[in-house]
């Protein structure tokens, strides 16, 4: 996973800059030293980092293919959040302004649309989707092949295409790991 990824996920599991080290971990893919650039979009990677308070966060995270996306579009962010929540976020390499609330249309390659209101995360790098969205990673997502999301915001446009291969394990993993 690029350099950015791991520092973005230790800035919106804690909700800020993180506090401990970042332990990833890899599924969908054998994920060796070796991983290729290409190789890395079919691997979720799980983190875990300590907040300011002492607290532990974790996340699983997916690069974007970085063939099929805008090259502001890092991937996405399933956490996990307070009261036994899950949330997903989009990460975006050229944030938005934080108190923006971009329109975020979620394709599924195999069939169904969804266009939501979504609202911003770790000083407009991240698009806080929904909670209406998290159901579908608990779901439907984890048969679905891919996702295409296009972020708009004023006069802006970020689309990028996910793949979802290996996402049950890793959410699996996410959901056993949240509150510890």
Same mark, same amino acid.
């Given at each position: 996973?690029?350099?950015?990824?791991?520092?973005?996920?230790?800035? #919106? $599991?804690?909700?800020?800059?993180?506090?401990?080290?970042?332990?990833?971990?890899?599924?969908?893919?054998?994920?060796?030293?070796?991983? #290729?650039?290409?190789?890395?979009?079919?691997?979720?990677?799980?983190?875990?980092?300590?907040?300011?308070?002492?607290?532990?966060?974790?996340?699983?995270?997916?690069?974007?293919?970085? /063939?099929?996306?805008?090259?502001?579009?890092?991937?996405? /962010?399933?956490?996990?959040?307070?009261?036994?929540?899950?949330?997903?976020?989009?990460? $975006?390499?050229?944030?938005?302004?934080?108190?923006?609330?971009?329109?975020?249309?979620?394709?599924?390659?195999?069939?169904?649309?969804?266009?939501?209101?979504?609202?911003?995360?770790?000083?407009?790098?991240?698009? #806080?989707?929904?909670?209406?969205?998290?159901?579908?990673?608990?779901?439907?997502?984890?048969?679905?092949?891919?996702?295409?999301?296009?972020?708009?915001?004023?006069?802006?446009?970020?689309?990028?295409?996910?793949?979802?291969?290996?996402?049950?394990?890793?959410?699996?993993? $996410?959901?056993?790991?949240?509150?510890?």
């Amino acid at each position: 996973m690029p350099l950015f990824a791991f520092a973005l996920t230790g800035l #919106l $599991l804690a909700g800020g800059p993180q506090q401990g080290p970042v332990e990833p971990r890899c599924y969908g893919q054998d994920c060796g030293a070796s991983v #290729l650039p290409v190789a890395a979009s079919s691997v979720w990677t799980f983190a875990r980092t300590r907040g300011p308070d002492g607290e532990t966060f974790a996340a699983i995270t997916k690069t974007a293919d970085t /063939i099929q996306s805008d090259p502001d579009f890092a991937g996405l /962010i399933v956490r996990c959040a307070p009261k036994g929540k899950v949330d997903v976020l989009a990460a $975006l390499i050229r944030p938005f302004p934080p108190r923006s609330h971009p329109q975020v249309t979620i394709a599924a390659s195999n069939g169904g649309t969804l266009t939501v209101e979504a609202s911003m995360a770790a000083a407009g790098a991240a698009v #806080l989707l929904p909670d209406e969205v998290s159901a579908f990673a608990s779901g439907k997502w984890q048969t679905t092949p891919s996702l295409a999301v296009t972020i708009k915001e004023s006069d802006s446009e970020i689309k990028g295409v996910v793949s979802l291969t290996g996402l049950r394990e890793a959410y699996n993993s $996410l959901v056993a790991n949240c509150g510890q």
